[in-house]
């Protein structure tokens, strides 16, 4: 069993549709990140959330963390081909000194 | 660009054979941590360093699987007599101290045949 649960797994949309994007868990966490990595490169790290209910946003990019602060979401307004990669959500568990625990990933494809 | 190397970025290796990969962090990254991806998943924990000390190391990592960080700057990880399920990418990061945010390598996708 995965700690954080990503859905959907794979999303193939058009090119100026919005879409959203989850990572749910059943533990609560102190903090969570949102990384983006494009194929054959390393994960790059868009945002951190560490407060219940607390939105941040990136240009498009609209990221929430849950009440509870055991859940998160992406949203995307206007996708472009750009953000075409495999969206990642991780957690630092206390215990392991930084040590992240990432999720399985949205793989994301924006059709021209 | 994370500051963050890797080399080589890809290895094609026939099974049985030992190979070794390398990460340079920049200076700032006191902890630097090895991660492992396959087709499909988020990356895995394998091990990490503080400067050059290894305090951790993940049940993932098998009595074929070495680690080092001489001197506390860049790290090698080895693998010897690999196997079919060693293929992978294999992901190097830095963690500046007092930042929780991970400056990740390009990888080192390793192929075994």
């Known amino acids: 069993t995965q700690l954080l649960e990503q859905s959907p797994q794979f999303l193939s949309i058009q090119e100026g549709e919005n879409l959203t994007v989850y990572c749910n868990s059943s533990?609560?966490?102190?903090?969570l990140q949102w990384y983006r990595q494009e194929p054959g490169e390393g994960p790059v790290l868009l945002v951190t959330v560490v407060t219940g209910g607390e939105v941040k946003k990136l240009k498009r990019l609209t990221f929430q963390f849950g009440d509870a602060r055991k859940d998160s979401s992406l949203h995307i307004t206007a996708a472009q081909p750009g953000d075409t990669g495999l969206y990642l959500c991780?957690?630092?568990?206390?215990?392991?000194?930084?040590?992240?625990?990432f999720g399985q990933g949205t793989r994301l494809t924006i059709n021209p | 660009d994370t500051g963050v190397s890797q080399d080589p970025r890809h290895k094609i290796t026939k099974r049985g054979q030992n190979v070794t990969f390398r990460c340079d962090p920049i200076?700032?990254?006191?902890?630097l941590y090895w991660y492992r991806q396959t087709l499909g998943q988020g990356p895995e924990f394998l091990t990490y360093f503080q400067n050059e000390a290894q305090l951790e190391k993940s049940r993932l990592l098998s009595d074929r699987f070495s680690a080092e960080r001489p001197k506390g700057s860049f790290s090698t990880l080895e693998i010897q007599r690999t196997e079919q399920g060693d293929s992978a990418m294999y992901l190097c990061?830095?963690?500046?101290?007092?930042?929780?945010?991970?400056?990740f390598g390009q990888g080192t996708r390793l192929t075994v045949v």
């Open positions: 533990s609560v966490f102190s903090s």
């Open positions: 990061a830095g963690f500046p101290t007092g930042v929780a945010e991970a400056f």
């Open positions: 991780a957690v630092a568990l206390e215990w392991g000194a930084q040590k992240l625990v």
């Open positions: 200076s700032e990254h006191n902890r």
